[in-house]
């Protein structure tokens, strides 16, 4: 009986995991409020989008950032990671992605908040 309710929790973190990372409305979650986020459009093309990302504290470093793109917005999330150990965390970040099609918004996206950041 007990391996049969392992067997079920395994599955079930197994199965939140999963849709952590693949279901658009869950991964953000775990991404970084958009008020403690500064996001600057370096440039934008058709097919290419630079910006940069800055955090308003030094204790984090950056982990990782989700995107997707729906109807010509940009929504992107990003991840820092507690880094005590660290002497010099890098708050600021630069993220170039190759889009498929022209890029009219971006809205960066946090936990299930959003903030449109372009156009301003």
Do not use: W
Not at 30 to 55: G, R
Not at 74 to 92: C, E, F, Q, T
């Amino acid at each position: 009986m007990r391996k049969g309710l392992f067997y079920i929790l395994i599955a079930l973190i197994s199965v939140g995991v999963i849709l952590l990372n693949t279901v658009d409305s869950v991964k953000y979650l775990t991404c970084e409020d958009p008020s403690k986020v500064e996001v600057v459009v370096t440039s934008i093309t058709a097919d290419e989008i630079v910006f940069n990302i800055t955090k308003d504290t030094d204790s984090e470093t950056f982990s990782d950032y989700v995107y997707h793109i729906e109807n010509g917005t940009l929504y992107i999330g990003v991840k820092y990671a507690l880094n005590p150990l660290n002497d010099s965390p890098n708050n600021s970040f630069t993220i170039e992605l190759e889009t498929p099609e022209l890029i009219e918004v971006i809205i960066i996206k946090g936990g299930m908040e959003e903030v449109q950041v372009y156009p301003e």
